[in-house]
């Protein structure tokens, strides 16, 4: 069965650098998202990527984010500067036009 | 607005049916789902309906939309230990899909 998948599954990095979370979605999908969970509170959508464009983003995803499909299979979230109050479970989903969506199994950010 | 309401907790002893809620907001909303998450681990899709749909049944899971009241709900049949987490309750708006605050089912013995 086809699946999202996410790399690394766990991530550590020190508050104000950079942290690049991987995605690969499903072959043939056509919308890309990320989203996010802080501990213990609610899935949060992030952002929304179609035809190599943000298509909507929330008031979350600020200048310190950047989405990127620097290769027709990858889907990348980039976090400029972390902050602690990243540190969250990043999800990645993927869907065909008019189908479910598929998440994959997150990266957990941690921020120290 | 966007908003996505679920009850937070359900207990539900073991072998008994567990019945999930949610009510929605958006009446043009293409699909709605249910996801699944364990202790640590990621989202489980476990089903979804689409709009034009009342019911859809997958084995033990059943799945009724109220388009009217804006009501969906979650069915588990003889619930069991593995049923143990946190459901979430997601709706299909314009490219982005909505997500409620979750309801942790806990299993009593």
């Known amino acids: 069965e086809p699946e999202v998948t996410q790399t690394p599954s766990h991530q550590v990095t020190q508050m104000g650098q950079e942290v690049i979370l991987r995605c690969v979605p499903i072959?043939?999908?056509?919308?890309f998202y990320w989203y996010r969970q802080i501990l213990g509170q609610k899935v949060e959508f992030l952002v929304s990527?179609?035809?190599?464009?943000?298509?909507?983003k929330s008031e979350i995803f600020d200048d310190q984010f950047s989405v990127e499909r620097p290769d027709g299979s990858n889907f990348t979230l980039k976090i400029r500067s972390t902050k602690l109050e990243d540190s969250a479970m990043y999800f990645c989903?993927?869907?065909?036009?008019?189908?479910?969506?598929?998440f994959g199994q997150g990266t957990r950010l941690t921020v120290v | 607005g966007e908003d996505v309401e679920q009850s937070l907790f359900l207990s539900v002893r073991e072998g008994d049916s567990s019945v999930i809620n949610c009510t929605y907001t958006?009446?043009?909303?293409?699909?709605l789902y249910w996801y699944k998450q364990e202790p640590g681990a990621g989202l489980q899709l476990l089903t979804y309906?689409?709009?034009?749909?009342d019911m859809k049944q997958d084995q033990r899971l059943t799945v009724l939309l109220n388009k009217k009241d804006k009501h969906l709900s979650l069915r588990i049949a003889d619930t069991q230990t593995g049923d143990s987490a946190i459901y979430f309750c997601?709706?299909?708006?314009?490219?982005?899909?909505?997500f409620g605050k979750g309801t942790r089912l806990h299993i009593l013995p």
């Open positions: 958006d009446s043009s909303s293409t699909y």
């Open positions: 072959s043939n999908h056509l919308y």
């Open positions: 989903a993927s869907l065909q036009e008019n189908t479910e969506a598929f």
């Open positions: 997601a709706e299909s708006m314009g490219d982005k899909i909505i």
């Open positions: 309906i689409f709009s034009n749909m």
């Open positions: 990527f179609y035809n190599n464009e943000i298509s909507e």
